[in-house]
């Protein structure tokens, strides 16, 4: 269905390659994981699909793709709408209308479908994707798993014969993602639709792919079966990772597949328990806030929180979408709404949004680094050095809003981080970012709760939280249900358990590191 054949591409803003002689073949009815370290050129490799690279990013191509038989190396984008459906990392941002029915029909509508078949696929698309009772409302009102499948919907309304997704789990809740996923799986069993699919949080998605492109950072791409690909690639998801270090034959994808491997060793912690390693004392409060109430027009975001942050300590705040995350730290840092309560902390606070866009205002992320340098009164190249260390493939010359969202993501931390503030404020710090990248923030993270400041970190990456975070504050429906220990939280909950917790259950390990100790005795 898709065919690449030797594919070489250069921005024109740099010399480095993106792709290099990139050959590979995909199967009809397949779905294929793009995976990659962040910067690595997966979204680039995406875009070659429907010519949008680098018919509008710019660039150098050269070589040949072929979709169904039809060679589409110089096709214009739009000659592929009824070809390939193209969802990128933001759907909110590819929205045109304002109610989620004109959504589903607005390309059609550009293609010039018959009104009576329009109302048909509406209606089918509407049943497909499960999302009926939603069709007349406005687009900004649903939650992000919400978003994604209009997105998605929008798109197969048309009817593709190809459909690629960038990074279309990132930003959602677990239960959000295996809705968004359990769909795309439909897709490819039932209707036969060839799907190419970029995800950092591999281990969501690898037990639903068929094959995998891996793209490494010398602009090489590998394709093959997901184990072998999985065997060499340089990042790997928490379960791989421990089936790689122990040795298990055939190498896990599955949660199953691990428990099995893992059978014996659970039947010896169970006559003889491992140590688990001590939970850390937290210091003095630095920040108190009580009662805050956040209110929007006909919603109530968050009601009547409490909660402190300690000197040391890293907190994640954890939910579904929605359910006021966001909102409480906005009102927690200041600038957001607060209907009500009080935040007693005469510390400075820095709040790294969800939507880093908002903080790049320079032409290139090399003067993004120059200021933050300046506003921290640091030396040149602080901000820049920081920076690599969490994404050593960014092209310092390019303009910020022309990256990837890992790699915006990066570059407001790095910018943030730098001045190194007493309160520390992430949200969805790992969108976009791979296992090293977040390796890397979460030694950051430690170095600032070892330097003694505060972080709150939401998220809704349960590894992340179970590497970084000591302590786990739980939200639902703009309320604290749970509050505790984050080996207490993690490792009790079924949707909240990291790979290595569900494959060790009931003893309480979270992460590889403690797995491969505890087996050591």
Not at 408 to 423: F, Q, S, W, Y
Not at 463 to 475: L, P, S, Y
Request: aromatic share 2%; with cysteine.
């Amino acid at each position: 269905m898709i065919r690449f054949e030797d594919v070489t591409l250069r921005y024109p803003s740099s010399d480095l390659l993106r792709l290099d002689s990139a050959t590979f073949e995909i199967e009809e009815g397949e779905l294929c994981l793009v995976i990659g370290p962040t910067g690595s050129g997966k979204s680039t490799l995406l875009g070659c699909v429907n010519n949008l690279v680098p018919r509008f990013t710019g660039g150098t191509r050269t070589g040949r793709i072929t979709i169904d038989g039809v060679e589409t190396t110089t096709l214009p984008t739009r000659e592929l709408a009824t070809t390939v459906g193209y969802v990128g990392q933001d759907p909110l941002a590819g929205f045109v209308t304002d109610i989620v029915e004109e959504e589903l029909a607005y390309s059609m509508e550009q293609l010039g479908v018959d009104e009576a078949e329009m109302r048909r696929r509406v209606e089918e698309t509407l049943d497909l994707l499960g999302i009926a009772e939603l069709r007349r409302r406005p687009l900004r009102t649903l939650s992000g798993g919400q978003q994604q499948r209009v997105a998605i919907g929008s798109v197969i309304a048309s009817a593709p014969k190809v459909l690629v997704l960038d990074e279309p789990t990132s930003a959602l809740d677990p239960i959000a993602a295996e809705e968004v996923l359990a769909l795309i799986s439909r897709l490819v069993r039932d209707l036969g639709t060839t799907v190419l699919l970029a995800e950092h949080r591999m281990e969501r998605v690898i037990e639903f792919a068929d094959s995998m492109l891996l793209v490494e950072p010398d602009a090489t791409v590998h394709h093959g079966p997901v184990r072998q690909i999985l065997r060499q690639a340089p990042i790997k998801p928490p379960l791989v990772e421990l089936g790689v270090r122990q040795g298990w034959e055939p190498l896990p994808l599955t949660i199953r597949e691990g428990r099995r491997l893992a059978a014996p060793q659970r039947r010896d912690w169970t006559q003889s328990p491992p140590p688990l390693p001590p939970a850390p004392t937290a210091g003095d409060p630095v920040l108190e806030a009580t009662g805050i109430v956040v209110e929007y027009p006909g919603v109530v975001a968050v009601r009547d929180v409490d909660l402190t942050l300690h000197r040391g300590e890293v907190t994640a705040l954890m939910g579904r979408n929605g359910c006021g995350k966001s909102s409480l730290m906005w009102a927690i840092q200041g600038a957001g709404t607060k209907s009500a309560g009080r935040v007693v902390s005469d510390r400075r606070i820095s709040l790294v949004p969800q939507t880093a866009s908002d903080l790049l205002y320079l032409t290139s992320v090399e003067a993004e680094c120059r200021a933050g340098d300046a506003a921290a009164d640091l030396a040149p190249g602080t901000t820049a050095a920081l920076l690599r260390s969490l994404v050593p493939t960014i092209d310092m010359a390019s303009h910020p809003r022309d990256l990837s969202e890992g790699q915006k993501i990066a570059v407001v931390l790095a910018v943030e981080l730098v001045g190194n503030p007493d309160v520390v404020l992430l949200d969805e710090p790992t969108r976009g970012l791979d296992y090293q990248a977040k390796a890397t923030l979460a030694r950051i993270i430690d170095d600032m709760a070892q330097a003694g400041r505060a972080v709150l970190v939401a998220t809704h990456d349960v590894e992340m939280a179970a590497t970084t975070c000591h302590r786990v504050v739980v939200m639902a429906e703009g309320e604290v249900v749970s509050d505790g220990p984050a080996r207490d939280v993690l490792a009790s909950s079924q949707l909240l358990a990291t790979q290595v917790s569900k494959v060790t259950s009931p003893v309480p390990l979270l992460t590889v590191e403690e797995f491969c100790n505890a087996a050591r005795g």
